[in-house]
């Protein structure tokens, strides 16, 4: 468990710290040829390369969870018992409106 909060945790950071590392070195003029930009180009070439970078952070999170084993993970067997009390109770509620529906034809 601790595995998938210090992933989940190292992703959310990189969500904030590289898009505004990315917005800081824009709007500072520490790329090359950005002090060239016109203000309207360097918001818009910014902002896409910020958004396009949580994408890609994204991307690497989803990746990385489908790459975990999935054997490892077992399901809480109160939680199971309760879910299928839950979905037995809906279905036999579901039988009976459906047959009381009927009759009322």
Do not use: C, R
């Not at 590289?18 to 790329?31: K, Q, S």
């Amino acid at each position: 468990m601790a595995g998938v909060i210090q992933k989940f945790v190292t992703a959310s950071m990189f969500m904030w710290i590289i898009p505004v590392a990315i917005l800081y070195a824009f709007n500072n003029n520490l790329l090359p040829g950005v002090s060239d930009m016109s203000p309207y180009s360097l918001t818009l070439l910014s902002g896409f390369l910020a958004v396009i970078s949580v994408n890609v952070v994204i991307a690497f999170y989803i990746y990385m969870a489908m790459k975990e084993p999935s054997d490892q993970h077992k399901p809480d067997p109160a939680f199971l018992a309760e879910a299928e009390a839950s979905v037995s109770k809906l279905k036999g509620g579901a039988d009976s409106s459906s047959q009381s529906s009927k009759k009322e034809e």
